[in-house]
């Protein structure tokens, strides 16, 4: 029940409105940072500041952004993801 409050959160207040979505987390003496649109998500952006990881983010969400899309293939989906593989 809790994911799906997390989920209509997201949606609401992040994707719905055009922002970016960011997540840090402390690996003792380097951050890690996750940046998504709702649709695109990069993660494992490091960075030796929590402001250097979030701007590395920030740079791999716009280079995916604007890489051409490739044809994919389904590895696993589940109830709540579907992951895919560029052929």
């Not at 952006?45 to 990881?53: D, K, S």
Request: charged share 30%; hydrophobic share 40%.
């Amino acid at each position: 029940m809790l994911w799906r409050l997390n989920e209509f959160w997201d949606w609401f207040w992040y994707y719905r409105k055009g922002k970016i979505k960011y997540r840090f987390w402390d690996e003792g003496n380097t951050f890690s940072a996750s940046a998504s649109t709702g649709e695109i998500s990069v993660w494992n952006c490091y960075g030796p500041t929590r402001a250097a990881a979030k701007e590395m983010a920030l740079y791999r969400l716009k280079q995916a952004m604007e890489r051409e899309p490739k044809e994919q293939e389904l590895v696993v989906e589940s109830e709540h993801i579907a992951i895919y593989r560029e052929k």
